[in-house]
Each structure stands twice: as C-alpha cells, then as structure tokens.
C-alpha cells in the first residue's frame, strides 16, 4: 500500500504545474547568509565559517540533499563612526529526487552596519549579493503517462518527450535589510527582509519556453530572553512567500549556561512549521564551536506515504578572531648608580 501511494505522489508531482523552489533548511539561524545577506559581517568575531547537510523524505523516494557552506568576515569603517562592513561567499549544492534535479550555487555578498544611539542600542545593516545558480536535471529516471501501458508501467515503451537540454545557468541577486535593537542590554532581537530573485531568471531547459523562477522574500524575528543567569528563551519566526508557496515557522529554544570553559551552552527546542512538519533541535557551544542538529517530523498529507519521516539536519559554525595587538605600556630604564 505504501509503494502505491509513493506512486501516485510522484505522478502528481510530473502532473502539476512546477514551479522550482529555493533550497529548504529547517535550522533558518543557523545559515545566515541563505537567510538574508543583510546578516554578512554579523557575528561575535572576526570571522565565521558554516556548513549545513540535509537528508529528507528517504522514507518515500531517492533522498534529497542538500548541502551549504559558507565563509565572511568583518571589517571596521575608518571612515564614519559606528559602522563595519561584511563579506561573505556561499556555496549551495542541492539534488533532489528522481530526475535529480540539481542546483549548484556560489554567491558573494556584501553588507553595511551603521550602529546608532548611545551604547550601539540600534544597528541598521543593508547588503546584496549575486551569482551564478547551475541547474541540472536526468531525464533516464523520469515516469510518464505514456508508459502506462493501462495495466502497469513499463519503462520499455516510448515516452514520447523531446528533451534538448539538461543543464542551464543563470545570474541571481538578493537584497536585504536587518536591524538589531538592544530593548535592554542582554536582550536583543532581531527582524529583517530579504528580496531574492530580483531578476527572475528564465528557468526553462526548453529554450523555446519561459519558466521563470519566482521571487521570494524572507521575513524574520528573532530575541534572546534572560530568565536567569543560566537560562535563557530564544523565540524566534520565519515567514517565506514564493510564487504559489508560503512557509511559516514558529518556535525558539532554551539556551542554558553549563558554566564550564569548553562547554558552554546546551540549546532544546523546536519549531511549527504550518501545515508541514514539527521540528526538533538540539545544539551546543564547545569553545568557539556552535553545533546544531534537528530532525523533521512530517505532519502534512505526506505522512500517509513518509510514516511521519522528515528531514535530519546537520550545522555547524565556527567563530574566530584575529590576533589582537597588545600595546605595553612604556617604561623608562632606571639610572644606575653603582
């Protein structure tokens, strides 16, 4: 029974109108450049390195992954008071289903931080970045139709589909806005925009077709909340609108203190993801490492065929700084007198 219904999702996925989506990570915080390049250069540190892997739906048919990597760096303005900039450079690779459709993303960005009030209370940040996106696609593993012989599939008829290409590239760009206002000094929170696809690109393998991929825009919150020394809440929201397809996610963590040198702080919690999915996350800071893992628990009409299987995923980032410069104080030699 579960094959047959695998079967039929499949069939009304070639079926449907398709539309690409972006790639999809469960752990939004833990990839901030995918989140909003407005968040390039935003860290506790010089310099910070991430990388995410997902595996979903293996319960139903050929796995997808989806794997990210990312690296930037801050720098103060000599120029104007209060202000830093950000670069960063990402790396997405993601491949998907049957056909293995596959994206493979390098991106650079770019982002300003002017900090305002007394004490920094308010940080507006601005950013874009652009790149190139490669899509790729197999053909030999697709069903059809046409294959159906009226009593059961035979992959040995005719599908009768033309296929010229199997492999596009496209520029994309991204704009975003962040701000970080301190209500107190140890809580913060965050909200921002980003824009991405500004261009659409043309998304088609079919040159004699147009598909272009939709814009979307991430909107986001996110807050830390002191209960006690120890214990902290972080409450956090991701709203993603698509073309046809709209994501919400609510949900936070408790951070606790473990007040010890290498580890620093465990993180619980989990997420609602409308409609879709709960998720469950665990994580922890060993020296100036953040790890993070969660896993997906379907929830959707997908249940029927995945048994409730989502996604496990995997992140992990590591914060450093460079070597500081450490001024000694002048001394004068002493006279000697023997």
Request: proline share 4%.
């Amino acid at each position: 029974m579960k094959k047959i219904v695998s079967i039929l999702y499949i069939i009304a996925f070639f079926y449907s109108p398709v539309k690409a989506q972006d790639i999809h990570l469960s752990q939004f915080f833990q990839s901030p450049l995918n989140l909003n390049p407005a968040l390039t250069g935003s860290m506790n540190g010089d310099f910070r390195l991430v990388a995410n892997e997902r595996t979903q739906w293996r319960s139903i048919t050929v796995p997808y992954q989806t794997y990210s990597g990312s690296f930037d760096a801050t720098f103060n303005n000599k120029f104007i008071m209060n202000s830093k900039f950000g670069v960063g450079l990402i790396f997405n690779n993601d491949k998907a289903g049957d056909s293995e459709f596959g994206t493979n993303q390098i991106r650079l960005s770019g982002a300003y931080h002017q900090s305002l009030l007394r004490n920094k209370q308010l940080t507006i940040s601005v950013a874009i970045d652009g790149g190139f996106t490669q899509n790729t696609i197999n053909y030999s593993n697709l069903y059809f139709g046409s294959q159906y012989d009226g009593n059961k599939y035979d992959p040995d008829l005719d599908h009768g589909e033309i296929f010229t290409e199997n492999q596009l590239t496209y520029i994309d760009y991204t704009l975003g806005g962040n701000i970080h206002y301190k209500i107190k000094p140890h809580i913060p929170i965050d909200a921002g925009i980003a824009f991405t696809h500004l261009n659409q690109p043309d998304q088609s393998f079919d040159e004699n077709s147009l598909n272009e991929l939709d814009r979307r825009y991430n909107l986001y919150a996110k807050s830390t909340i002191p209960v006690s020394d120890e214990l902290s809440l972080v409450p956090s929201v991701l709203y993603m609108d698509q073309g046809r397809f709209q994501e919400l996610d609510i949900g936070g963590y408790i951070k606790y203190n473990l007040n010890h040198p290498a580890f620093q702080n465990i993180y619980l919690g989990g997420w609602g993801r409308f409609k879709d999915a709960g998720i469950l996350y665990l994580g922890i800071d060993y020296k100036e490492v953040n790890i993070g893992l969660s896993y997906d628990i379907n929830m959707s009409d997908l249940r029927i065929a995945s048994n409730g299987q989502g996604g496990l995923e995997l992140s992990i980032i590591y914060l450093f700084s460079k070597a500081r410069i450490v001024k000694l104080p002048e001394t004068k030699k002493c006279p000697t007198f023997m």
